[in-house]
């Protein structure tokens, strides 16, 4: 799923802590994409669910809440989603162009990073 949608939903249960249903409620998704994106956000340690008892029948409610890394990676999003882009459009000619000359690399069968460090180490000793 996207930082975005990540962000989005860290942003709903950290104000409080919700359920799935109805966090999928206000993620306004399916509740598919929903679960789908909870699983993978619990694997990479973002959010963690707790079993919630309640007094009805059935199975107990399932409580989202951020954890540290997940606050963490929240206030990062929100630093970095204020701060702009500043690129021309040489700079986005360089990158395709460094990315074409990357991808010959790969092609003739070098290592992009051991090339870049040999040629470091040409400009350090010449």
């Known amino acids: 799923m996207s930082v975005e949608s990540k962000a989005k939903l860290l942003d709903e249960i950290r104000r409080e802590p919700l359920g799935v249903r109805e ?7 399916r509740p598919e994409t929903t679960i789908s994106l909870i699983r993978e956000m619990e694997d990479e340690g973002l959010l963690e669910t707790s079993s919630q008892r309640t007094r009805k029948k059935g199975r107990p409610k399932k409580v989202l809440k951020p954890t540290i890394l997940g606050m963490d990676y929240l206030k990062t999003f929100h630093r970095l989603r204020s701060k702009t882009l500043r690129a ?39």
């Open 23 to 29: 966090t999928a409620k206000r993620f306004r998704k």
């Open 88 to 126: 021309d459009r040489n700079d986005l000619e360089k990158a395709r162009r460094d990315a074409e000359y990357v991808n010959r690399l790969i092609a003739r069968g070098i290592d992009p990073y051991q090339a870049f460090v040999e040629l470091n180490e040409i400009v350090r000793t010449g």
